[in-house]
C-alpha cells in the first residue's frame, strides 16, 4: 500500500508475526527520492534489503551521523533518535524494519508515537518543508556522485 504520509511516493507492507508482539515492515521508495525524517521510541531494527543509499540518524538539536548503505546493512536508531532514507541509485530502494511492541496485541501498553504528524504539531516526523536545507543539499551531492536523477520536484514544487 502506499504510505503517502511518510513521502516520496514509497510503499509499506505491515506484517503480523510472533503471536502479534512484532510490527515489521517493509518499505520502497523510487529512485531519485527520500522519505521523511520521524522518530520514535528504541529497538527498531532496519535491514537494507537492496539499493543504493544512506541514511541520517540524529538526536534533536544534535549532530548528523550518516549510514551508507550495503547490501544487509543492520543499524538501529537510539530512542527519540530522528531517521531518514535515501535512494540514491537507479532501482527503488527497499529496507525491512524490525520492532518489537509495534503490532497490535499490546498496543494499550506501549508509547503511541505520532510518526506521520508534523513536529511542529506536536508530533514525530518532519515535513519536507521544516527539514533543515542542509539535509537536501547533501543528498543532491550524494545523487551526482551514483549519477543519480533527481525525482524530488513534486514534493518540492519550483526545484
Known amino acids: 500500500e502506499i504510505w503517502k504520509e511518510r513521502g516520496a511516493g514509497g510503499t509499506n507492507i505491515n506484517f503480523d508475526m510472533s503471536a502479534d508482539i512484532m510490527g515489521p515492515h517493509i518499505s520502497e521508495f523510487p529512485v531519485g527520492t527520500y522519505k521523511k525524517g520521524h522518530r520514535h521510541g528504541p529497538g527498531a531494527h532496519i535491514v537494507i534489503l537492496n539499493g543504493t543509499g544512506y541514511s541520517l540518524i540524529w538526536p534533536e538539536g544534535g549532530e548528523r551521523i550518516k549510514i551508507d548503505w550495503k547490501l544487509n546493512s543492520l543499524f538501529a536508531p537510539p530512542d527519540r533518535w530522528f531517521h531518514q532514507h535515501f535512494n540514491t541509485g537507479k532501482d527503488p530502494a527497499r529496507y525491512l524494519a524490525i520492532k518489537a511492541g509495534g503490532a497490535g496485541k499490546y498496543a ?32 543532491k551531492q550524494e545523487l551526482a556522485k551514483t549519477g543519480g536523477v533527481w525525482k524530488m520536484s513534486p514534493f518540492f514544487p519550483g526545484e
Open 108 to 139: 494499550g501498553i506501549r508509547k503511541r508515537y505520532k510518526v506521520t504528524t508534523s513536529v511542529k504539531a506536536g508530533g514525530d516526523q518532519i515535513e519536507y518543508d521544516e527539514e533543515d536545507l542542509e539535509i537536501r543539499k547533501l543528498y
